[in-house]
């Protein structure tokens, strides 16, 4: 059973320019969170989706945006990339309608320079 | 604001010993606690977690320990071992029974000497 897959794995974009990052939830889940992780920080939540749509949002700017596939895999766009954009980006996925942890995927490593 | 906090930044057990790393929050809408650990170059992985309507659990060598009163938790590791030296997040969710966002703290980096 492969868990939580995420690509890249690492990204190197330029001051400006927009990325897509890639995530596919663990078998058997519908909702999938993303996360940013700054060096020396924990994960921070960005967003959440369920059932194709933004269930939850934390404390990021419109720059960020993302989209939940009917086979329940996601992206998250980041647009106007700034260089404090740099950080680990997580996924992670759940069952909505069981209260279980969240499992998580390796992370993208993205660079802004 | 930071509603979860870890505010020792670094840990340094024997081999054998315990590892108590702690966590206070100020939220009180939290009721789901976690404890994730993360290695370099991989994503967090789930150890253990607590609704808030017990005080302990406990799984094999950890157990996480929960005081509302004091908005406290704890995760002791015994007998700590080499492997176990990674970092340790702690992290809430107000959860209603359903999925929801996580809160984390800042980490803690536990590093299990022979």
């Known amino acids: 059973d492969a868990g939580v897959t995420q690509s890249p794995t690492h990204l190197i974009k330029t001051r400006g320019q927009q990325v897509t990052l890639r995530c596919s939830p663990k078998s058997g889940h519908d909702t999938v969170s993303w996360y940013q992780q700054a060096l020396g920080q924990g994960p921070q939540f960005i967003f959440q989706y369920y059932e194709e749509e933004e269930r939850q949002r934390g404390n990021f700017p419109d720059r960020f945006s993302g989209h939940q596939f009917p086979n329940y895999s996601s992206e998250l766009n980041v647009n106007a990339l700034l260089l404090g954009d740099s950080a680990l980006y997580l996924c992670?996925?759940?069952?909505?309608?069981?209260?279980?942890?969240?499992?998580f995927g390796q992370g993208t490593r993205l660079t802004v320079v | 604001d930071q509603q979860v906090k870890q505010n020792s930044p670094s840990l340094s057990v024997q081999e054998g010993r315990i590892s108590i790393l702690n966590c206070d929050y100020t939220n009180s809408m939290f009721d789901y606690f976690l404890w994730y650990k993360k290695y370099p170059a991989e994503g967090p992985t789930f150890l253990i977690s607590?609704?808030?309507?017990?005080d302990k659990n406990e799984d094999g060598r950890f157990t996480v320990f929960l005081n509302k009163s004091a908005k406290h938790l704890s995760l002791h590791i015994v007998p700590s071992q080499p492997g176990d030296s990674a970092v340790y997040f702690c992290?809430?969710?107000?959860?209603?029974?359903?999925?929801?966002?996580?809160?984390f703290g800042t980490g803690t980096r536990l590093q299990v000497t022979l």
């Open positions: 607590i609704s808030s309507i017990k």
């Open positions: 992290a809430a969710e107000g959860n209603s029974g359903t999925a929801s966002k996580l809160t």
């Open positions: 992670a996925s759940q069952k909505m309608d069981m209260n279980t942890e969240a499992f």
